[in-house]
T-cell receptor
């Protein structure tokens, strides 16, 4: 069974630009969560989606948004990029929503903002 | 607000030695995870601990959970260089979503 895939794996953008990251969950998984990892703040929850609906959102500005499609694939978008947005963005999928389902992490997208 | 504290944050140890990483969390939790992360890589799930007194072992790593003390430990036995990595504990808030709250991680370096 294929794991969680994320594209692109690496990305370099300039301040002020916007970026879209993609995540394909494990086949059959319907819940997708996103996390940001930086050296300073560590791993922080961004948002989670289930059945195309955002269930929870972390403490991030409105520049960070996401969506989920009917095939459970998810995208996250960051507009007006700032230097501090440079991070590893990790996507995790689980069978369904709820704390009883383990999350499986993808390889991540390394975003560098210059 | 659920907070997760790990200590130590940095650990340098010699091969063959034993050590323990601690993970404290602030509120009642459904479950606790331990992950391993190699530099530039994603998170690899090591253990899922579901109930008080749970103990799981894989190779030289053993994890335990004390829900009353809100404490989990990751014990390393006879460390080898291949265990060098950053280890994270993560907690799921009881009654909440499956959102994970992570500790800051323990960077383990095992020296020959």
């Amino acid at each position: 069974k294929a794991g969680v895939t994320q594209t692109p794996r690496y990305l370099i953008k300039t301040r002020g630009q916007q970026v879209t990251l993609s995540c394909s969950p494990i086949s059959g998984h319907r819940s997708v969560s996103w996390y940001q990892q930086t050296p300073g703040q560590g791993l922080q929850f961004l948002f989670e989606y289930f059945s195309e609906t955002q269930r929870n959102k972390g403490n991030f500005p409105g520049r960070f948004s996401g969506r989920q499609f009917s095939n459970s694939r998810s995208e996250m978008n960051v507009s007006t990029l700032e230097l501090g947005d440079s991070a590893l963005y990790l996507c995790a999928s689980s069978l369904a929503a709820g704390s009883g389902y383990e999350q499986y992490f993808g390889p991540g997208t390394r975003l560098t903002v210059t | 607000e659920l907070k997760v504290e790990q200590n130590p944050l940095f650990l340098s140890m010699q091969e063959g030695k034993n050590y323990t990483i601690y993970c404290n969390y602030s509120t009642t939790s459904d479950r606790l995870y331990w992950y391993r992360q190699d530099p530039g890589k994603s998170l690899e799930s090591l253990f899922v601990l579901l109930s008080n007194g749970a103990v799981k072992q894989e190779g030289r790593l053993m994890a335990s959970l004390d829900t009353k003390a809100r404490l989990s430990t990751l014990h390393i036995t006879a460390a080898v260089h291949d265990l060098s990595a950053t280890y994270f504990c993560a907690v799921v808030r009881q009654g909440g979503s499956e959102k994970l709250v992570f500790g800051k991680g323990t960077k383990l370096t095992v020296n020959p």
